[in-house]
Nanobody, 123 residues
C-alpha cells in the first residue's frame, strides 16, 4: 500500500510558476514509478508527467514539455512537479499517483492515487 498526499496548489497568474508536491508513505515507495495527472473542469483526467523508480528517467505530455519538470526524492519519499510559464489551460486538479510499471502514461497502470490539489491559472 502507498498513501499519497498532494500539496502546494493555488492561484497563480498566467506566465507564473508554481510547485506542487506529493508526500508518499508506505514500505516500498522507492519501488514505484510516480506520476502526475490533472483534470480540468468538464474534461477527462490526463497524464502530465512521470518519473521512474530511480528518478533518472522522466516522461512528459507534449502540452507541458519544456515548461514542467518532475522530480523525486526517495530519501524524503516525495515527488514534485515544478510548473513554469503557466497557461490558462493548465488549470485543474493535479493528482499524484504511483505505479508498478515504469514509464507508463496510462492511468490504469497507476494503482494508488492522492486526493488532488487545485491549480488555478488566471489571465
Amino acid at each position: 500500500q502507498v498513501q499519497l498526499v498532494e500539496s502546494g496548489g493555488g492561484l497563480v497568474q498566467a506566465g507564473g510558476s508554481l510547485r506542487v508536491s506529493c508526500a508518499a508513505s508506505g514500505r516500498t515507495v522507492s519501488s514505484y514509478a510516480l506520476g502526475w495527472f490533472r483534470q480540468a473542469p468538464g474534461k477527462e483526467r490526463e497524464f502530465v508527467a512521470a518519473v521512474d523508480f530511480s528518478g533518472l528517467r522522466t516522461f512528459y505530455a507534449d502540452s507541458v514539455k519544456d515548461r514542467f519538470t518532475v522530480s523525486r526524492d526517495n530519501a524524503q519519499n516525495a515527488v514534485y512537479l515544478q510548473m513554469t510559464s503557466l497557461k490558462d489551460e493548465d488549470t485543474g486538479v493535479y493528482y499524484c499517483a504511483a505505479a508498478w510499471k515504469d514509464g507508463s502514461r496510462d492511468q490504469s497502470d497507476f494503482a494508488f492515487w492522492g486526493q488532488g490539489t487545485q491549480v488555478t491559472v488566471s489571465s
